[in-house]
């Protein structure tokens, strides 16, 4: 199976709240990231968290992290349609220096 | 504007071309990479540059050829490809290459197609 394992899709309403799931598999994890992707634009670092924090929340996104489980979320408060994106959740694994991403979930905001 | 800056943005190029992709990075940071975003993939890193230096290099066909000739700029030079080595090219940067908590900063990337 897959280190980072996000589902591929998920769409909601504009106002409500998103939350965006990922797993990964490495316990010995350090730092985790969830990274943005818009149409036509590479990879922008939305946040990160280390592994010795359980949530962190920087105004309307919240990032709740489970060890135990390997479970990380994101989860986007008022969602709104400039949200639409592909959403891309990341590890870097213990004794590794590269990251390794998940495939990203599409998040599809409708009116 | 991210600070990292890929040209061209879109390339179409034959199987018998040589092209060249550019990255340059205006962020004083050490390290740079090449990854490789296909439709349904997961993210291929294809090399990493540390200090100029090459310090990994993911079984990346020769067809593929990087150059770093200093920390801000970063190339990739290609030559003979396959259509399936169409894809969007993406390069990032850091401020260094281990112990670094901070993730990458991306570029835009180049939609190469190869017909």
């Known amino acids: 199976g897959e280190d980072v394992e996000q589902s591929l899709f998920l769409s909601v309403r504009e106002g409500d709240s998103s939350v965006i799931n990922c797993t990964y598999t490495?316990?010995?994890?350090?730092?985790l990231y969830w990274y943005k992707q818009e149409p036509g634009a590479g990879l922008q670092l939305l946040t990160y968290?280390?592994?010795?924090?359980d949530m962190k929340q920087d105004q309307r996104l919240t990032v709740l992290l489970n060890k135990k489980d390997k479970h990380l979320s994101l989860r986007i408060a008022d969602t709104q349609t400039g949200d639409s994106a592909i959403y891309f959740c990341a590890e870097n694994p213990g004794g590794s220096y590269i990251p390794t991403f998940g495939r990203g979930t599409s998040l599809i905001v409708h009116p | 504007e991210t600070g990292v800056t890929q040209t061209p943005r879109h390339l179409v190029m034959g199987m018998t071309n040589k092209k060249s992709l550019k990255c340059e990075q205006h962020l004083g940071h050490n390290a740079m990479y090449w990854y490789k975003q296909s439709a349904k993939k997961p993210l291929e890193l294809m090399f990493v540059y540390s200090l100029e230096e090459r310090v990994e290099n993911n079984s990346v066909p020769s067809r593929f050829s990087p150059e770093c000739p200093n920390s801000s700029h970063l190339f990739l030079h290609l030559h003979t490809l396959q259509p399936e080595d169409s894809a969007l090219y993406l390069c990032?940067?850091?401020?260094?290459?281990?112990?670094?908590?901070?993730?990458?900063?991306f570029g835009s990337g180049t939609r190469l197609t190869v017909v």
């Open positions: 490495d316990s010995s994890s350090t730092y």
């Open positions: 990032a940067s850091s401020p260094q290459h281990r112990e670094n908590p901070y993730g990458y900063t």
């Open positions: 968290i280390f592994s010795n924090m």
